[in-house]
């Protein structure tokens, strides 16, 4: 998965108005459909970009190998667990996200603390508030499967 130039954004969508409910579903299967509810395989997150702080589910501390009780990692310990062509491609997508305002979906490969690499689906939204992005939030689900001749 190594991001071409410019990096195609056909997984990006506008902001919704903030009042509307935030919901982008969990996974799609190859069928196309969407889980219903989230699997424990699938959990939420949301990026500070004020306080620059990491909020997650308890899902997500589980998916990148971190232990709740030990307090919020942050985005450094976080990023290092990232395959760089998947962080490479992140950065780039978050920063279009913030910059236009835009949400996005890519699946990135993460070697979780203590544990073989995995696939995840990431989700992101922005939130804005008075014409300011100020918070990324999405879902971050485990997708492994749908790569598993990879492996």
């Known amino acids: 998965m190594i991001p071409t ?10 902001l919704w108005d903030l009042a509307q409910r935030f919901d ?6 190859r069928a196309g459909s969407t889980l219903a509810h989230p699997s424990p395989a ?17 899902e997500v501390y589980r998916l990148f190998g971190f232990k709740p009780q030990d307090g919020a990692p942050t985005r450094a310990a976080t990023l290092a667990r990232y395959a760089e062509p998947s962080r490479a491609a992140m950065e780039r997508l978050r920063a279009h996200a913030i910059r236009h305002r835009r949400g996005f979906t890519l699946d990135i490969q993460v070697t979780p603390i203590r544990s073989r ?11 804005e508030e ?6 990324l939030h999405g879902w971050k689900a485990d997708v492994t499967h749908l790569y598993a001749r990879s492996y």
């Open 130 to 135: 008075d014409g300011v992005v100020v918070r």
């Open 5 to 14: 130039e410019p990096l195609p954004l056909h997984h990006s969508w506008p």
């Open 24 to 29: 982008l579903g969990c996974v799609h299967d």
């Open 42 to 58: 699938c959990g939420a997150w949301a990026y500070d970009l004020v306080e620059h702080r990491l909020d997650w589910s308890p």
């Open 117 to 127: 690499p995995r696939w995840l689906r990431l989700t992101a939204a922005p939130v």
